[in-house]
């Protein structure tokens, strides 16, 4: 049975119904009266007005677009400019017999198949005034010959655009990076007044960074068309502003440097100015030439460089994620003495292992006969991991972190560059939110000795060197100098930044530690010792050789033996003169073996580069 | 008492012509609105090869769509409104995961993300919550007695901002607004007092600022500046504006004629074929084509409503009238913005301009529409 009270209910809501139907009608009609007298007044009362306009509607906006802002290093050296490039053009509706044109065309520039198959596509879909570009990138023979007989060829003409070339090719091209065509998606997103007209966007490294800067402001012309649509003549011209020029910290001798030293070899060296943040080089090597890109990569030559076991497209000096090994140790050392936990004369005996009480693990040394009885000055120079297991158990985990993030491990360093890896500075909190487990003590004494959880990229290994040199100032790392207006020559200076301030508690302690860092190179019983040889000035350093893969407790690590993708990184980090530090480096050989055999000579040379401007 | 019609009529009583017959009186049609939306294609189709240059490579794709639209018209007419009502808030809830998905797993470039890639084929979740929205808000008010109270408007509103804030964030300024008003035009159409409305719109007034600041991007807030000043940017945006607008009214009373527009077919009238085709219409066809076109829209809105008016429980009311009213929403903001009443918001014109994934939910929802209709004849008997 019906309840009546529903009943009442259902006839009122369907009375309620009707009427706010009603109300919708009224609104329709409002609305559709709104449009219609919209178009009364656009088609009839103003029609005259927009009728006139239409006729006149032969007055096209054309946008030109803003030349490019150059690249340059610190010293002038160009990196990145725009070229003239040309284009054979075809305008259908000048030319009498296109297939006698383009077989004359053929006989004097190459032309290939699937060049005329493009064009042929182009000409279908463009209107037979407008035109068609038949070959892009002619050669200057090309561009000579043709314009020998260009009077021949009525309504074929050469069109010079503007190409982004970087001269220098592979130099430097992960700090660089390159320009290419805008795509679907970036155009979604671009202020598409401004980019009317352009074809090229920073797609990857500095070009991306600073793009904004880099584009300019684009230019109109208003022109007088026929009505067909045909140019007759310009009526209004405003000018393109171009993009800044940019001028980088970067030096491209050291850069240039740098890079041959790594040769062959996978690995990264990054280079910092220590009292500005400046970033003199950033190699990462294998690198690739850029130049392809820009105009769109064949999908093999592509292919070949991203499936490349090398990877050369992976920027391994801002991204790359490598244990530390020893080359923290300096770090260690001063936490140690900036919280007490050790004096600079303690000394430990070191057999050559290391066990936690109450746990037979032993904790090996690099040295099977251990280093017999160290201080800490010792340790550092010779490297003794038993040593920084002691210290580190006593420093704990949660005062290792502290203190290391205090130089920027861990975290993202602020470069100008996207992408750049936060590496890992491992702590309890970190332990617990990620693999859901507590900190155990033994990892304390591998994290000690830059191993286990620690990951760290070269310019992060760069940064905090920096930082110790400079009495805890810590400076973001750039790139970008200064910007200069192409037209007024009006100079924009990027100041440096500071980013942060390591406390001092005692300036003995620093000054001890870059004395240690010292003895690592101009000590005979210094690790990196061989390359003090002929420095003309003072070099502090630390070597560090990172395990890749794990040795079981009563295995023996032999290079020989160990498949070379496997075999341990090289590392070295080093900043000098040590009276005035001017530069900080870290250097990375990826399956290298020897932290001093081959990082440090890798430096020397950087250093060599930039304190004497030689060529070694 | 709800009864099987086949089942009602005794199996002797059938007569040998009564197969086609049947087959079509139970192919759930409504015939006015068929022939009515058929006729807007086809003015669509025409002004399309006008607009598109005579161009039949775009004739040929815009043909399959259609013919995809009209088999998902016919296939959720079909569908009974009960089982609608039963699949709503599966419908709504599978739809918001979708735009979560959208949102989270989507590329996270710079650019707008509205796409997910499926494998097969690529969907847009937004698309399907411009039928989940309004379904969901009607099943959920049609559960209690209307006008509903305070707390349950509440929840609508939540239903709807929910994923009108996901799609806005992608962001798709225009697919968000048409969500959003459907939503609302349920709220409006259950009878809440205009008192409540009135408040409403007030509040609207007041975030306005907020949707400015911070739910908005560069490239929007440039639309809505360059819509209050077109000339500042004779470039971009303003441009499009200028010259739609010269396009209709150069058209006059009667028109250039068809393919005879030299705005449109001199290229000077940007995405003449997608969101400005009205303004090759109206330059071609002149006042006395807008007229028409204005009172086909009108038919079918009428039609809608006609339907809603008649419906026999608040689900399928409500659903019905907001869906036509949405449509009407469409035309209203795709010719207004064409004529440079409204900013350019993309927008299409329903059911003419090119391009696929509006024109398949319209028909959708004018599937519901038709099974509304067609399954309550059926309870009658």
New interface residues.
């Given amino acids: 049975m019906a309840n009546p009270e529903?009943l009442k209910?259902h006839i009122k809501?369907t009375a309620?119904?009707?009427?706010?139907?009603v109300a919708?009608?009224v609104v329709?009609v409002l609305?559709?009266g709104?449009?219609?007298a919209?178009?009364?007044y656009?088609?009839?009362i103003?029609?005259q007005?927009?009728?006139t306009?239409?006729q006149n509607?032969r007055v096209?906006?054309l946008?030109i677009a803003p030349p490019r802002g150059l690249i340059f290093d610190r010293n002038g050296i160009v990196l990145a400019q725009n070229q003239p490039s040309f284009t054979l053009e075809l305008v259908p509706e000048k030319i009498d017999d296109l297939q006698q044109t383009l077989a004359r065309l053929a006989e004097i520039i190459r032309i290939e198949p699937s060049d005329l198959a493009r064009f042929h596509k182009l000409r279908k879909r463009r209107?037979a005034f407008k035109a068609v570009p038949l070959r892009f990138r002619l050669n200057e023979e090309e561009v000579a010959r043709f314009s020998a007989r260009g009077h021949l060829f009525p309504g074929v003409e050469i069109q010079a655009r503007l190409t982004r070339q970087y001269p220098q090719g592979a130099l430097a091209v992960h700090a660089l990076g390159y320009v290419g065509r805008i795509s679907?998606?970036?155009?979604?997103?671009l202020?598409?007044?401004n980019y009317?007209g352009t074809t090229h966007i920073g797609k990857t490294g500095i070009e991306k960074y600073y793009e904004d800067q880099l584009h300019g402001t684009?230019g109109?012309r208003r022109v007088e068309t026929s009505?067909?649509?045909r140019i007759i003549r310009v009526l209004e011209e405003q000018p393109p502003v171009p993009g800044l020029n940019l001028y980088l910290e970067l030096d491209a001798r050291v850069q240039a440097v740098a890079e041959a030293a790594l040769g062959e070899r996978r690995g990264a060296v990054v280079a910092i100015d220590t009292r500005t943040g400046g970033v003199i080089a950033l190699a990462s090597m294998p690198g690739f030439d850029p130049n392809p890109f820009v105009n769109g990569i064949d999908s093999k030559a592509y292919a070949r460089l991203a499936n490349s076991r090398e990877q050369p497209l992976f920027n391994r000096a801002i991204r790359g994620r490598y244990p530390p090994g020893s080359t923290i140790k300096p770090l260690i050392g001063l936490a140690a003495l900036e919280y007490g936990v050790v004096r600079r004369d303690t000394r430990i005996h070191c057999p050559g292992w290391y066990t936690l009480p109450n746990d037979d693990h032993r904790y090996r040394d690099w040295k099977k006969t251990g280093h017999g009885l160290m201080s800490l000055r010792g340790a550092i120079r010779e490297s003794c991991d038993v040593y920084f297991y002691d210290l580190a158990r006593q420093l704990g985990i949660d005062r290792f972190h502290e203190y290391l993030s205090r130089f920027g491990l861990g975290q993202r360093t602020g470069i100008d560059l996207f992408g750049e890896t936060r590496g890992l500075l491992p702590s309890r909190e970190w332990k617990r939110r990620v693999k859901g487990e507590a900190w155990y003590p033994g990892e304390t004494l591998i994290t000690g000795i830059g191993q286990g959880f620690n990951l760290a990229s070269p310019l992060q290994l760069a940064e905090a060197t920096a930082t110790l040199a400079n009495g805890g100032v810590r400076y973001r790392p750039r790139l970008a100098h200064y910007f200069q207006d192409q037209r007024s020559g009006d100079i924009r200076y990027l100041a440096p930044q500071e980013s942060g301030r390591v406390p001092v508690d005692n300036p003995d302690n620093w000054r001890y530690i870059i004395d240690t860092m010292k003895d690592v190179v101009h000590n005979l019983r210094g690790t990196a010792h061989r390359i003090a040889r002929g420095a003309r000035y003072t070099i502090a350093g630390k070597t560090g050789t990172a395990q890749v893969f794990g040795i079981k407790q009563d295995e023996e690590y032999v290079q020989e033996d160990v498949e070379l993708h496997l075999r341990d990184h090289a590392l070295f980090i080093a900043f000098a003169p040590i009276e005035a530090p001017r530069i900080a480096v870290a250097v990375i050989v990826e399956n290298g073996g020897s932290g001093g055999g081959v990082a440090a000579p890798i430096a020397r040379k950087v250093l060599d580069q930039f304190l004497l401007g030689e060529n070694s | 008492m709800i009864a099987q019609p086949g089942k009602l009529r005794p199996l002797g009583d059938r007569r040998p012509n009564d197969n086609l017959t049947s087959v079509f009186s139970n192919l759930h049609i409504d015939w006015p609105l068929l022939a009515a939306l058929g006729i807007l294609m086809g003015i669509g189709l025409l002004i399309l090869y006008s607009a598109s240059g005579q161009d039949w490579a775009t004739m040929q794709r815009q043909g399959v769509r259609l013919v995809v639209a009209w088999l998902v018209l016919i296939v959720v007419a079909q569908i009974a409104p009960r089982h609608l009502a039963f699949w709503t808030p599966w419908f709504y809830g599978i739809g918001l995961v979708l735009l979560l998905a959208v949102l989270l797993f989507g590329?996270v470039?710079?650019?707008?993300q509205r796409w997910l890639d499926l494998g097969l084929f690529r969907f847009q979740p937004s698309e399907m919550m411009k039928l989940a929205v309004p379904m969901m808000v009607a099943w959920y008010l049609s559960e209690k007695?209307?006008?509903p109270s305070l707390a349950r408007i509440g929840v609508s509103l939540l239903i709807i901002t929910a994923p009108a804030l996901l799609i806005a964030k992608q962001p798709d300024l225009g697919t968000a607004i048409l969500v959003a008003s459907a939503g609302i035009f349920v709220l409006?159409?259950?009878?809440i007092s205009w008192r409540l409305i009135g408040g409403f719109v007030a509040l609207l007034a007041a975030a306005a600022p907020v949707v400015w600041f911070y739910l908005m991007?560069?490239?929007q807030r440039?639309r809505v500046l360059t819509f209050l000043n077109p000339e500042s940017?004779?470039?971009?945006?303003g441009?499009h504006i200028i010259?739609s607008?010269?396009?209709?009214?150069?058209?006059?009373?009667y028109g250039k004629g068809w393919l005879n527009g030299?705005?449109s077919q001199?290229?000077?009238l940007p995405e003449r074929s997608t969101d400005f085709i009205f303004a090759v219409f109206?330059e071609e066809f002149?006042?006395i084509g807008?007229?028409a076109l204005?009172a086909i829209?009108?038919a079918i809105?009428?039609r809608g409503?006609h339907i809603?008016?008649l419906a026999q429980d608040?689900y399928t009311?409500?659903l019905a009238?907001s869906l036509t009213?949405t449509f009407?929403v469409y035309v209203?903001v795709n010719?207004?913005m064409v004529?440079g009443?409204l900013p350019v918001v993309g927008v299409p014109l329903p059911l003419v301009s090119y391009g696929g994934t509006s024109i398949v939910t319209l028909m959708a929802a004018f599937g519901i529409l038709m099974s509304i209709q067609t399954h309550r004849k059926l309870l009658q008997s």
């Fill in positions: 529903t209910d809501e309620l119904f009707s009427r706010r139907i919708a009608v329709i609305l559709l709104i449009l219609l919209r178009m009364v656009l088609q009839v103003d029609h007005h927009y009728t306009l239409s509607n096209s906006v946008p209107s679907e998606e970036e155009l979604q997103s202020d598409s007044s009317r684009v109109f009505a067909q649509g | 590329d470039g710079k650019g707008a007695a209307l006008p409006l159409l259950t009878g991007r560069d490239y440039q940017d004779p470039l971009g945006a441009y010259q607008k010269i396009a209709i009214g150069s058209g006059g009373l030299t705005q001199l290229d000077f109206a002149g006042l807008i007229i204005l829209y009108l809105v009428l409503l809603a008016s608040s009311r409500l009238g009213l009407l209203f010719i207004g004529s009443l």
